[in-house]
């Protein structure tokens, strides 16, 4: 996760939805998941101090 400059945002949280599975970024700005179903999901990313940021997304089912 980053800023419009392109500056990592450490600590942002990060909701997967509809899951309500959370984390939090690192100081790289980077976040896991772990064994996430294949679907689509909507990430909502929150930090004090930013506007809020969306993004929709598509985990694939494993290859063979």
Do not use: K, W
Request: charged share 10%.
């Amino acid at each position: 996760v980053t800023d419009s400059a392109g500056n990592p945002l450490p600590n942002a949280r990060v909701t997967l939805v509809p899951s309500s599975r959370g984390a939090h970024t690192d100081a790289a700005g980077i976040f896991l998941f772990r064994a996430v179903p294949a679907a689509g999901y909507h990430l909502d990313v929150s930090l004090m101090g930013y506007a809020p940021g969306h993004a929709e997304i598509v985990v694939p089912a494993e290859g063979p």
